[in-house]
C-alpha cells in the first residue's frame, strides 16, 4: 500500500513533477496495479540463472562524428557553440 | 542513390501520420518506389521524430535509424511517421499527445498500440509495408486489431540503432504488411547484425515464404484460451487452427505456466528500463528547452510535467517506486526470475513442438474510450507478453471477424526460427486467400 506522501517522494526521485490535484488518482492507480504485482511473490527464487554470455568488446577507437551545427541545432539554448543548461549549483 | 521522388498525399481520415513526406526521394533496390510508412520512435534523419511526444515535438535526428538507413538502401520511399502512444506505452494509441489514431475497419475503435498509426496506415491502402516496433505486443496488437500482419522478429534479428529506446531488453523493430509475403520482403531488408547494436546477430533474413506447415507439431498453450479470453475470439482461431490441421500440422495441447506471473514480470520490466531510458528527456539537448534561470532539478521537473502524458509519467514513477531502495528485490529481482521461468517453458514446449498457436489478442478492438483505467488496458497484453519476455520471433495473421472485426491468429517459434514463423502464416493466409 503506497500512500499519497509516497507518491510524492517517487515523483521527487524520478524529477518528474506531480501537481497535489494528481496525487489521488496517481495513488489510486498504484495500489490498484502494485497489488497485481504482488503476484510476483509466489516466484520461487530471488536470482536469475547465470548464462554463458560473452560480452561483445571494441577497442575505443576514435571515429568520425556528427558535426557540431548538427548536435546543437535541437538545443533550445544554445552559447558558444555548448549547449546551455540550467545551472547546476 | 536516392534520384527518384515518390508524390505522397495521403487522405489521412484515421490520423495515422504525424509527419508527411509529399515528396519522398527514392532509389533502386528490392523496394524500389515502395512507400513505406515508419513508426514515429524510430529515428529519421531530417523528418520530425516525436515518439508522439510533446518533449520531442521539434525534433529532427541528425542520423538515421539502421533500420531506416537499410530502407533508403534497398529504394524504398520513406513516406511518414506514425502514430503512436507516446513512447510505446499502450494498447490503443489513445496515449498519442496528438490525438488518437482510428481503427479503418470502424472508427469508432481504437486500432491497438502501440504501433497504431502504421497499421491503420497499412489497413486503410495508404501505404504497403510500414515498420512497427514491438515490446510487448505492439505490432501484433494494432496488426490482429486492423486486420494486417504484423511480425516481431526474434529478439537480435533486427537493430535497434536509433530506434529511441522505451525498454531495450524486450523490444524489436518489425515488419507490418497486408500479407505475408510483404512482411517477409520487409523483415528481408531490416534483418541482420550491426556493429552499432551489439544485441544483433549475425543471422540475416534471406528466406522466401514457402507454404510449408506439412508434418509440424504445433502447441496450443490451454493458457491462450482460457479465461480472459473472448470465447469467439478463441473459437475463429480454433477454427484457424483446424485449417492448419488441415494442411497437415498435427496439435497437441500445452500449458504455460509462468503465463500467471508474466504480465507482472513484464510491466515491472518495461517500467523499470523505462525510468531509466527517458531520464534523458529534459529538454536540455532536445525538446523544448529548460529554464535555465531555474536550478537543474526545478527546471528538470517542469519541463517533464509538461512534457509527458499521463502514462508516461506513470510508468517512469512506477519504474523507480520498483528499482528503489527496499522494493528491488520484491519487484525488479523477481520480475527477472519469472523471465527466466517464461522462458523455460518456452524452451521445454519447443522440445516437444516446433510452433505454438492461439489468439494474439483476448478481444477484438475495444471502443475508443474504452480502456480508462490503466490496468484494465495492462492486462489485455497478456497474449503478447510472453514472446517479448523469451525474446522470440511472433506473427499475427488476420485470421476470421467477430462482430465485422479482424481477429489475429498469433503463431509463435523458437529463437531464430522466423522463417518457419513465417511459412507457417504463409501456408494459411494461402489457404483461405
Sequence with gaps: MVTEKDVEHIAELADIGINTGELDTFTHQFNAILDYFDVLDLVNGDTTISRDLINTMREDVVEPSLPREEVLKNAAAQEDGFIKAPRVM | ?433
Design chain 2, 1 to 433: 542513390m536516392e534520384s527518384h521522388e515518390l508524390t505522397f498525399e495521403p487522405d489521412d481520415r484515421y490520423n495515422a501520420f504525424l509527419a508527411v513526406c509529399k515528396k519522398a526521394p527514392y532509389g533502386k533496390g528490392k523496394l524500389s518506389g515502395i512507400a513505406v510508412a515508419v513508426k514515429d520512435n524510430i529515428s529519421t534523419r531530417g523528418i520530425e521524430t516525436t515518439c508522439a511526444s510533446k518533449i520531442l515535438k521539434g525534433y529532427i535526428p541528425p542520423y538515421d535509424a539502421h533500420a531506416v538507413e537499410l530502407l533508403r538502401h534497398a529504394g524504398a520511399a520513406i513516406v511518414g511517421k506514425t502514430n503512436m502512444d507516446e513512447f510505446g506505452m499502450g494498447t490503443t494509441t489513445e496515449n498519442s499527445a496528438f490525438g488518437p489514431t482510428l481503427n479503418p475497419c470502424d472508427t469508432g475503435r481504437v486500432p491497438g498500440g502501440s504501433s497504431g498509426g502504421s497499421a491503420a496506415a497499412v489497413a486503410g491502402n495508404m501505404v504497403r509495408m510500414a515498420l512497427g516496433t514491438d515490446t510487448g505486443g505492439s505490432i501484433r496488437c494494432p496488426a490482429a486489431f486492423c486486420g494486417i500482419v504484423g511480425m516481431k522478429p526474434t529478439y537480435g534479428r533486427v537493430s535497434r540503432y536509433g530506434l529511441i529506446a522505451y525498454a531495450n531488453s524486450l523490444e524489436q523493430i518489425g515488419p507490418m504488411a497486408r500479407n505475408v509475403s510483404d512482411v517477409s520482403s520487409l523483415l528481408q531488408v531490416i534483418a541482420g547484425k550491426d556493429r552499432h547494436d551489439s544485441t544483433t546477430y549475425d543471422r540475416p533474413y534471406t528466406h522466401t515464404p514457402v507454404s510449408g506447415i506439412k508434418g509440424l507439431k504445433i502447441g496450443l498453450p490451454q493458457e491462450y484460451f482460457g479465461e480472459g479470453v473472448d470465447p469467439r475470439v478463441a473459437g475463429v482461431v480454433k477454427n484457424a487452427i483446424g485449417r492448419l490441421e488441415e494442411l497437415g500440422a498435427t496439435t497437441v495441447s500445452c500449458s504455460i505456466p509462468s503465463m500467471k506471473f508474466a504480465l507482472a514480470a513484464y510491466y515491472v520490466t518495461c517500467a523499470c528500463e523505462a525510468s531509466s531510458n527517458l531520464a534523458r528527456f529534459d529538454g536540455v539537448r532536445y525538446g523544448p528547452g529548460a529554464d535555465s534561470k531555474k536550478s537543474w532539478h526545478e527546471s528538470f521537473k517542469e519541463v517533464r510535467r509538461a512534457g509527458f502524458g499521463a502514462e508516461v509519467r506513470r510508468r517512469i514513477m512506477l519504474g523507480t517506486f520498483a528499482l528503489s531502495s527496499g522494493y528491488y528485490g520484491k519487484y525488479y529481482a523477481k520480475a527477472q526470475v519469472a523471465r527466466e521461468n517464461v522462458k523455460a517453458d518456452f524452451a521445454r514446449i519447443f522440445s516437444e513442438v516446433d510452433l505454438i498457436a492461439g489468439p494474439t489478442m483476448p478481444s477484438i478492438a475495444f471502443k475508443l474510450g474504452e480502456k480508462s483505467d490503466p490496468l484494465s488496458m495492462y492486462l489485455s497484453d497478456i497474449l503478447t507478453v510472453p514472446a517479448n519476455l523469451a525474446g522470440i520471433p511472433a506473427i499475427s495473421v488476420p485470421c476470421g471477424k467477430v462482430d465485422t472485426m479482424p481477429v489475429g491468429l498469433q503463431i509463435m517459434g523458437r529463437h531464430f526460427d522466423d522463417e518457419r514463423v513465417i511459412d507457417a502464416a504463409y501456408a494459411y493466409e494461402q489457404a483461405v486467400n
